[in-house]
């Protein structure tokens, strides 16, 4: 299927291209009525063609975001003994992740507004592609943080820009099932980074987790190249001079605001970052095991987010979202009495240790249903 290039495609052909439910007028948007066109019904067809094949390379830049949350807190083990770090300093490696993201978060709108969303997300891709790098061949904590700081700014560019250019691309008949390729791709890149850990554990130090981290350049290299062959959003093409913000406009930002904000205060990515230490701490004192132990939970923290794919077409968003929230409720205040219980006995009982696994998975797996891929 051939597509030209934006520049040569005016705003009537691009209008062909929108999603049914772009085509009319719809509150708090003020847009002008496309016109009329006998090719209309072929356009939107081939647009429903062409938007899986662009989503599935946009939605690959949200790889990088799953592996780089993943690869640290398998890295870092072996990172601690060969760099000599202290404790402060593994923290700060670890946890100074969300707060260099932040950087490229705020700037994001600005810069996809500039450059547009498919440069953008290009750029996310080149700047994860020499963080890695500088990460894998660091010879001190100075230059690592250097590179984790790259890195992360590319990775928080990855996490705004994916769902945006997907969400605008999508057809209204499979704007669900579409708009959850990130968080599946973001989970895909988790259980990568599960995958790497345990694969390149057994090497020698510094080897094994230079390639941890350094690895993550093939895939940054390979989104960069397939996304800049890309058509860019033909919504952010038409309505770029065309949108009006309204009051339910503000509305709905501030709602998605705050459903993104107690997202990440959910305690997820604490999980992810700290799961060898929750599993050390149950118990489970060998790193291969530990590795293993994260591999499963990456398998099925990949699988559960599936569920929300398939069905959140057919049920909407509100019952998955709830289904999800309340799970993890349940699921966190297992994993704090089965803790709690290690924490004061002298013994670690078998219960208490299946106790804190199951709820890891049980966390993860309600995650991935509801708040990961619906927000």
Known sequence: MHFSSPEKLDKQHYYHLLPDSDLKNSKGFIISEPPKHKSQQQGRFHFKKYALAATIPASTNSV???????LMSGGVLYIKDDLQISSTQQQILV?????????????????????SHRYTIVLAAATFFVGALLMGLAPSFP????GRLVARIGVG????IGPVYTTEISPAMTWGFLSSFPEIFINMGILLGYISNFALSGLPQPLNWRLMLGLAVLPAGAVALGVITMLESPRWLVWKELLRPTRPIRQILITSIGINFFMQASGNDTIVYYSPKVFKDAGIHDRRQQ????????IVKTCFVFISALYLDHFGRWPLQMLGTIGMAFSLAGLRVGSNYLEQSNEKPVLAITLCIVAVYADFSFFSIGLGPIT
Not at 157 to 160: A, C, D, H, P
């Open 64 to 70: 990088l975001l799953g592996y780089n949350i993943r």
């Open 95 to 115: 946890g100074s992740l969300n707060v260099f993201s932040l950087i490229s978060s705020l700037a994001f709108g600005k810069t996809s507004d500039t450059i």
């Open 143 to 146: 230059f690592l943080m250097a």
């Open 157 to 160: 560019y990855s996490l705004m």
């Open 291 to 298: 590795f293993n132990v994260t591999v499963v939970m990456g």
